[in-house]
């Protein structure tokens, strides 16, 4: 994505305010966009339509809405750039002692949130990043050490394994496998083995394990002969949902380091 093309978008204090009100609730639409906006809904969708250029709002069709979602990934390809990898680490120990100083309860995810979408452009062609995707000893390298396996046919099983740990079946399935443009398979749900990691007390596992069962996709799209648009939609949430909080902090940088692991052969300093 052009750096310029995201200076610009953010330039417009319109623009600005159009990206707060996403952060404040992801997934709205142009109706919920333009309340309070003294323009015509057809200058917001103009607005909209220079941050979706930008890559920094992604639009998804469900049923006759159009919902749109923030995207980070614009930005933080933009700090890769401009932030020296060395500075990475002390530049996030600064932002997050800002916001803790600032805002004490701000939250990964927003209460009524229900998805997680996030894209991304990476250098790469389409098999590639299906092999990086689906090659477990691929997606260790950019997943901490663990992350999913399967033989990646629909109905198959995958099993999951946490920082090194051996793979274990906790009841996810492929739902769509079409090399190399799309995969979709189902996310875990809460499990015993992640009590003792997170010390949540016998009650707190029962609430999580009412959450419902949620799914990740990824559409891979040939954008040139050597660049493709990677869009991750992680949806099926309720709001309030603890799991949408976890994956929310946790799929951007595992992406930013699929990226860079594609782009430069090595993950982003200073991120899992």
Do not use: C
């Not at 600005?16 to 015509?40: F, I, N, Q, V």
């Not at 098999?127 to 109905?155: M, V």
């Amino acid at each position: 994505m052009d750096d310029d093309a995201v200076f610009r978008a953010l330039a417009d204090p319109t623009r600005r305010h159009l990206l707060d009100a996403l952060y404040a609730r992801d997934g709205r639409t142009l109706s919920e966009l333009a309340e309070g906006l003294a323009m015509t809904r057809q200058a917001v969708t103009k607005h909209l339509a220079v941050l979706e250029e930008a890559g920094l709002v992604t639009a998804v069709r469900r049923g006759r809405e159009r919902r749109h979602h923030l995207n980070p990934a614009p930005l933080a390809d933009v700090g890769d750039r401009w932030i020296r990898r060395y500075d990475r680490a002390r530049v996030d120990a600064l932002t997050d002692l800002k916001r803790a100083l600032e805002d004490p309860v701000t939250e990964t995810a927003h209460p009524a949130a229900t998805a997680f979408v996030y894209v991304s452009y990476i250098r790469t062609t389409p098999e590639r990043l299906w092999e990086a995707l689906t090659t477990p000893a691929f997606i260790r390298r950019y997943f901490d050490g663990g992350g999913p396996d399967s033989d990646w046919t629909p109905g198959a099983p995958v099993r999951w394994s946490m920082g090194g740990e051996p793979a274990q079946d906790w009841d996810q399935h492929v739902l769509e496998a079409d090399p190399p443009r799309r995969l979709a398979y189902t996310w875990h749900n809460y499990r015993p083995e992640m009590q003792a990691i997170f010390g949540w007390s016998d009650e707190q596992l029962a609430v999580l394990q009412q959450e419902p069962v949620s799914r990740v996709a990824f559409e891979i799209e040939p954008v040139s002969p050597e660049a493709v648009k990677l869009t991750v939609t992680h949806d099926g949430f309720v709001p309030g949902s603890a799991m949408l909080e976890g994956i929310a902090g946790g799929w951007p940088g595992i992406l930013s380091n699929l990226k860079s692991l594609l782009e430069t052969g090595e993950v982003v300093a200073g991120r899992s």
